[in-house]
Structure formats: C-alpha cells, structure tokens
C-alpha cells in the first residue's frame, strides 16, 4: 500500500491579519492538527493568487488551497469539512450529531460570518465616506443580533452540541475576527467560547505555525 500523501495548503508569504490568526489557512491548520495529520506549506504573495497558476487552484485568486494527490480544494469550510470527513475527532459517530455538527459549520460561514465582515469591509474601506459615522452603528447592531442568538443557543455549555466538532472550530475562527471590536466582550459565555477554542492544544500549534510565517517574512534578507 503506498504511503498516505501528505497535503498540500497553500498561504499567504506575507499575511494581512500581522500573525494574529485570522487568515482563513488557519483554520485548515487547526484542522489538520486537531486530527493529526501531517501538512506542508506552499507561500505564495498576493500578486501570485491573481495568477493563472493559482488560478487553476483557486477560480476567485484567494488562499487557502488544498491539494492532495490529484485532489484540489478551494474555500477553507469545504476543505475543514473533507479533513473532517476523511479523519476522526472533528466529526461525531453519531448521524444526528454529525448532522447537527455540519450544520454548525454552514451557520458559522452563513450567518455569522457575513455581518463581521461587513463590519471589516466598513472599518477599512469606508472610513472616508461621508455615510460611515451612520453606517457603522447598523452594522454592528447586526452583529449585535447574531451574537445574541447564538449566545442564548451557547448558555453554559463548552461547546455547541456536546463535544468539540468541526463546527465549533469554524464558529471559534469566525467569532475570532471580533475580538479587536469589542463587540464579543458584550457575551461573556462567547468570549469564554472564543478562549476555550484557543486554549486547545491543536489551535495553538496552528497558530504558532501561522505566527512563524509572518515572523519570518518580516526577517531582512540576507
């Protein structure tokens, strides 16, 4: 039997979040650690992603890829969720739970996510516009609404549905973007969700993992 291959992600050389963990590869990191499972790095820069070569990866020119084999993957849920299915520890034995586990996911990128990037499209394109002082309070107030349901949803538990899922690792590196706002201190149950997920053994080794890339590109060249 030959050997199992060895995935393939690829990264940005130079990340935008300043190694603090919020580039989507780190949540294919996270995976692949939580799972154990062996990976290799491929950087790339941001003009390199609009390539045809990368292209060929990835239609829209973003990161993370994941190639395996003959195996290419493109947007980081889809390639947590072929990690989860391909290893244990991410996705429950259970079908309903599996399920439930899915759909955490699919909440997590859907419903969640798409208000706090509104929120980062506002911050850091729209600032000089004459609408933002108005704007940015509706966003947030959005944000606001979501973090309130799925706080009631969360209550005392540790996790969302049981134990550690797959779902709860999309929903941590979502609510992840918010920590700089403020807004998740509002939710003390969340922020504790939020630090239990970075306390895990497997997020801090993908993070160190992410944080070495940005440290290395900030290195002279000899």
Same mark, same amino acid.
């Given at each position: =039997? ?7 992600? +690829? ?14 590869? =780190? ?40 190639? $395996? ?5 493109? $947007? ?28 955490? =996911?699919?909440?997590?990128? @859907? ?10 499209? +506002? ?32 209550? @005392? ?13 999309? =929903? ?25 997920? $970075? ?24």
């Amino acid at each position: =039997m030959p050997p199992p291959l060895t995935p393939v992600i +690829t990264v940005f050389e130079r990340s935008p979040d300043r190694g603090k963990g919020l580039a989507r590869d =780190m949540r294919v990191r996270w995976a692949l650690e939580e799972v154990g499972q062996a990976y290799e790095v491929r950087l790339v820069s941001f003009g390199a992603v609009k390539e045809p070569v990368h292209r060929a990866l990835h239609p829209f020119g973003q990161i993370p890829t994941y190639e $395996e084999g003959t195996l290419v993957l493109f $947007e980081s849920g889809a390639i947590v969720f072929h990690i989860a299915e391909r290893h244990a520890g991410l996705l429950p034995d259970d079908a309903h739970a599996r399920a439930r586990a899915i759909a955490w =996911m699919f909440a997590a990128l @859907n419903t969640v996510e798409p208000p706090i990037l509104d929120l980062q499209t +506002t911050k850091f394109m729209e600032r000089d516009k004459t609408w933002y002082e108005q704007r940015l309070p509706i966003v947030e107030d959005r944000i606001r609404d979501r973090l309130g349901e799925l706080s009631d949803r969360l209550g @005392n538990a540790d996790w969302l549905d049981g134990a550690f899922s797959a779902g709860d690792l999309i =929903m941590v590196s979502v609510l992840l973007r918010l920590k700089a706002s403020g807004l998740l201190d509002e939710y003390p149950n969340l922020s504790a969700y939020v630090a239990r997920g $970075e306390a895990r053994p497997a997020y801090k080794r993908a993070f160190a993992a992410q944080l070495a890339v940005f440290v290395a590109s900030q290195s002279p060249i000899a």
